[in-house]
């Protein structure tokens, strides 16, 4: 079982910064992929970055590319979402996810067992 806690949210303005954690307990988490997502309201959850735990090897969406940067840390168990230049789009509520090991980096969200309870980000324009 793994328990992940997500903080950070907030309300910003367009062009603000925020940092998203996820802390993440429980089983280890070694092998594990670790992916961000987000559901804004009336749309489906959909992929925003994720990390191979072992590699640090990061993924992103193609909307977020540029703008956002995943990272990790090894030692508190613990990822990270730096979102930068943030758009009224970026609206969302943001859910931090784990599953195991997969070859091909999974986006889809049925590919993940464990979620976080979701942080809420609102950009104002």
């Known amino acids: 079982q793994v328990h992940l806690v997500e903080s950070g949210g907030g309300l910003v303005k367009t062009g603000a910064s925020l940092r998203l954690s996820c802390a993440a307990s429980?089983?280890?988490?070694?092998?594990?992929?670790m992916g961000w997502f987000r559901q804004a309201p009336g749309k489906e959850r959909e992929f925003v970055s994720g990390?191979?735990?072992?590699?640090?090897?990061?993924y992103y969406a193609d909307s977020v590319k540029g703008r956002f940067t995943i990272s990790r840390d090894n030692a508190k168990n613990t990822v990270y979402l730096q979102m930068n230049s943030l758009k009224p789009d970026d609206t969302a509520v943001y859910y931090c996810?784990?599953?195991?090991?997969?070859?091909?980096?999974?986006?889809?969200?049925?590919?993940?067992?464990?979620w976080g309870q979701g942080t809420q980000v609102a950009v104002s324009s």
């Open positions: 996810a784990a599953t195991t090991f997969r070859t091909v980096f999974p986006t889809h969200p049925t590919s993940y067992i464990y």
């Open positions: 429980g089983r280890t988490l070694s092998n594990n992929i």
């Open positions: 990390v191979r735990w072992s590699s640090g090897t990061t």
